[in-house]
């Protein structure tokens, strides 16, 4: 009886670790998609703006398409995923032995972690790229109405200069942003490759840490510090963001 749960609980846990291998490839290609069109959309901002482009700046539906296949891709990954562990999380609480007990919440606790971490990055790319489309979509308004305007009459030359000296500022304030979010596009894929290793290395020292509960003690006190340093660095960025977002429109 033992023995067949204990073979029900390392399933499981193969069945978390294979399925957070996925979701951690498809999210490295999810971000490389949305890093592709942050590129490809500060390329076509470069463009003349004289020319009487009457398309979306978003090229579109091939990338769209591309875009909501992952994530619905994601999604079902992601539900998967919260399905074994609330499975875990039943096998836990029908454990008799409180040592084991204490053992299956550690690493419980641990999957319940990177599937937070892994549904706020999907979440938070996901955003991302419908802000920058949503830009988009809003600079090529205005670029149609100052064409429709420019075509439309031969008079009130100084309001149309006004219009395009108000497209460049707006043109100027968005590349700045894009800039921005490509800086922090890269610095996510950095910080993406190093958490990597920095599982690997916690799955190891989550094993010390249960043949010695000083190790746990430091490994807890380690976690305390990179929520902290987290919640830090998330402020720091939104700061900043609101901060261009300011310069931006005023």
Sequence with gaps: MAAGSSNYWEDLRKQ???????????????SK??????????RDGGRDRYSSDTTPLLNGSSQDRMFETMAIEIEQLLARLTGVNDKM???????????????????????????????????KTKANFMAIRERENLMGSVRKDIESYKSGSGVNNRRTELFLKEHDHLRNSDR????????????????TSQRGMLKSIHSKMNTLANRFPAVNS??????????????????????????LLLYAFH
């Design 89 to 123: 999380a039943e096998y836990t609480n029908s454990a008799g032995v409180p040592s084991l007990n204490a053992a299956l919440m550690h690493t419980l606790q641990r999957h319940r972690d990177i599937l937070q971490d892994y549904t706020h990055e999907f979440h």
């Design 33 to 42: 998609l949305c890093t592709s069109h942050s590129h490809s959309s500060a």
């Design 176 to 191: 700045l942003i894009e800039e921005t979010i490509s800086i922090a596009m890269a610095t996510k894929e950095n910080m």
């Design 218 to 243: 430091l490994i807890q006190r380690i976690n305390l510090r990179k929520r902290r340093d987290s919640l830090i660095l998330g402020g720091v960025i939104g700061v900043c963001t609101i901060l």
């Design 16 to 30: 978390a670790r294979q399925l957070e291998n996925e979701l951690d490839l498809k999210l490295v290609s999810f």
